[in-house]
């Protein structure tokens, strides 16, 4: 015969095990609700072999605004988020400097001609797991040159279009960046994962460095200076316009696949070096090290 010591203890597993499983299923109930409904909203990324584009798919309005309509001497702009959709554009004609931001409280400030943009620290009940795809930031910047454009993002997207700056630099653990139409004199990105398209933009000098993940450059013009990327591995392309004769470079592929206007060349002992001409007057270098993957430099009229 079995004790009743026996029936209560099988009793209070079984109740035990109740608990547990109910408390799993509300967790994944709750995770998938906090999928979906941030999936209704967020910035889709596509991504094929050279290209990258940000598509809008839907969302709701602005939540928070800040203009400042006295902003007529804004010479910098830092943005240190942590993880968000964001996107720097020029605001439309007559129209002052403005933040807006969705789904989070960033703490905004302008001051000695300076826009700040930052995330404040708070603690998540989510442990971690808060709804953060959802963030959308967006800065309009009136028309005119500015002194510094920074950017700090862990993680999300990135959109830049049509900025004039002296200095621009953006720094991203992981994510994607589209930046089109930017005049920059000196600029760096640097990147531990993900994927960076450049186009139509011009510089003198740019630094790129990128753990992993593709970098596209796409119709760029450029002054004298200096292009450099550091890559330990991805896919890297850079499409450059002007007079060939105005370029040299200097490409080193420790394993993989380069290609120099069209023409795939053979690692050989792992270097590339040196230019299609002899680069004495060359105005503008560019030089890339990579440790794997792929690598195409193209250079048209």
Known sequence: ????????????????????ALGMFALGAAMFSIGWFSGQYEKEV????????????????????WDFPDALDLAEISVKVDSARIEIVPAPEGSPLSVRASNFKPKVDFRDRTLSVETEKRRSWTFGLSVRANRRLAIHVPRGNLALLDVSLASGVLRIEDISADSLHIRMASGQAGLSGLNFTDGSLDMSSGTARIEDSAWKNLDIRKASGSIVVENAGVGEGRTSIDSSSGSTRLGFRGNPEDFRYDLRLASGSLRVNGERVSLGAGNRRGSVFDGENAAHEIVVRQGSGTLRLDIEP
Request: no cysteine; charged share 40%.
């Open 46 to 65: 596509v991504m094929d072999k050279f290209k990258l584009e940000i598509v809008e798919v839907g969302g709701p309005e602005y939540t928070d605004r």
């Open 1 to 20: 015969m079995r004790s009743n010591a026996d029936g209560k203890g099988r009793k209070r597993r079984f109740r035990l095990w109740n608990i547990i």
